[in-house]
């Protein structure tokens, strides 16, 4: 948990910057961002002890049902939690008057983490590659269907990988990219794919942690900003039978510690 004083300086930087709202996000177990809205005024509290959340949500389905047998709901009495924001984590959003966001891990009790959380799970696999002295660098590529929301049909039909007029078919597409570089999401390249209405961007990767929190904000970027623009995106793997499956590829590096040199890499090979 951060300090009381960097919490406060942080707090009184937002102020200055005109924010009204924080939204604390947990990431599920299927990657979706389950959020309460913290008026900038309540901000410093609950950063520093803890904002009160359904313990058993990360044993929700992807439609918020809960899920028997979990071990998380029934058998602990249906117990809360509290999210612990990860201040390196911050980010204005965009796309959202006077708001920002940050990530937060979960916890019962002080010194008592939820160990099925998909944040303390890698986090725990992070320090084993630590205590080998080595860093992990990861890269994530990610293919999505846009869709018209009450149809889920595509917005054009054929395959039309790489063509300039389906690359940009909506001024929606123009506009995602620069709010994803607003929100610190590093472009790299953005392109339709192989089946119709089916795009894939490209982002840079990162270190550790931060890797993972890019790829959490790049997907749920997307389908907030595709909703709020009167549209569907989708990341399934396989949304219907006729249409190209969608790839979600991880891209893995070691790195030494300290030093960042690439391990895999032999300039002689």
Not at 116 to 134: E, G, I, M, T
Request: some cysteine; overall charge negative; glycine content about 8%.
């Amino acid at each position: 948990m951060a300090s009381s004083e960097r919490i406060s300086k942080l707090v009184e930087d937002l102020r200055s910057k005109g924010i009204r709202f924080i939204r604390f996000e947990l990431p599920d177990t299927h990657g979706t961002s389950r959020t309460k809205v913290v008026p900038i005024d309540k901000v410093e509290g609950f950063a520093s002890q803890g904002l009160n959340f359904y313990g058993g949500t990360l044993a929700l389905d992807t439609a918020a049902q809960v899920v028997p047998g979990s071990g998380l709901h029934e058998e602990l009495n249906y117990r809360d939690m509290h999210l612990i924001p990860d201040l390196d984590s911050l980010r204005i959003i965009p796309w959202l008057p006077d708001t920002a966001k940050v990530i937060c891990d979960c916890q019962w009790a002080p010194g008592e983490p939820i160990k099925a959380a998909p944040r303390y799970v890698l986090s725990a696999l992070l320090q084993k590659a630590a205590d080998a002295d080595f860093e992990v660098m990861m890269g994530h590529e990610y293919e999505f269907y846009l869709l018209e929301p009450e149809s889920r049909q595509p917005l054009f039909g054929g395959a039309h990988i790489f063509n300039s007029i389906r690359n940009q078919y909506v001024p929606f597409l123009d506009s995602v990219l620069e709010q994803l570089e607003a929100y610190g999401i590093d472009v790299i390249t953005h392109n339709c794919e192989y089946s119709p209405s089916q795009f894939e961007i490209n982002f840079g990767p990162g270190v550790g942690l931060a890797a993972a929190d890019k790829a959490f904000n790049f997907k749920n970027a997307i389908k907030e900003l595709a909703h709020r623009n009167g549209y569907l995106a989708t990341f399934m793997s396989k949304p219907a039978t006729d249409m190209a499956g969608c790839g979600g590829h991880v891209h893995m590096s070691l790195l030494e510690k300290g030093s960042g040199r690439p391990l895999f890499y032999d300039p002689e090979a």
